[in-house]
């Protein structure tokens, strides 16, 4: 990782893509998320202008716009120690991630031991995921049954 930000491009923004397409803003946002109602010349050249500036729609634009992060949490009610040695949860974690691989959706993973329950549960409910998976050797264990109907995700089925 780099730390030098003075020689940096900024990234490319959805004005710029417009700029260079020769189109408003308005006309490139339909075509970044699929609209079917522009005309198919503006709609080329908003894509050629995409791909020249290899522009990417801003995350956390679509997040506040949208309401979804695209991300699930998996949470492991466990030391971080635990964790990264038992197999049991890098399988976990494999096939998590291999299933959110086949959507739109980013896997992010939290640990939480007793230490601070509370940040874990700010961060959770806090509009920073979509889902929760929470993942426990202890069968008895409802520390965080809280959670259960905070979320609205519906993930597609495996293909």
Known sequence: MSTDSGSAR???????????AGVSRATVSRVVNGAPSVDPHLAQSVEQAVRTLNYVPNRAAR???SR????????VPESTSKVFADPFFATVVEGVARY??????MLN???SSEANPEKTRR??????VDGVLVV????????WAHLNGSFRLFLPAVP
Do not use: I, Q
Request: aromatic share 6%; proline share 4%.
């Open 10 to 20: 900024p990234a490319p923004t959805l004005e710029m893509v417009a700029a260079l």
């Open 63 to 65: 997040t506040l716009a």
């Open 68 to 75: 979804r992060t695209y991300t699930v949490t998996l949470l």
């Open 100 to 105: 959110l691989n086949t959507t739109d959706y």
């Open 109 to 111: 993973m939290v640990t």
């Open 123 to 128: 961060y959770l409910l806090g509009g920073n």
């Open 136 to 143: 426990s050797h202890h069968s008895g264990d409802h520390s």
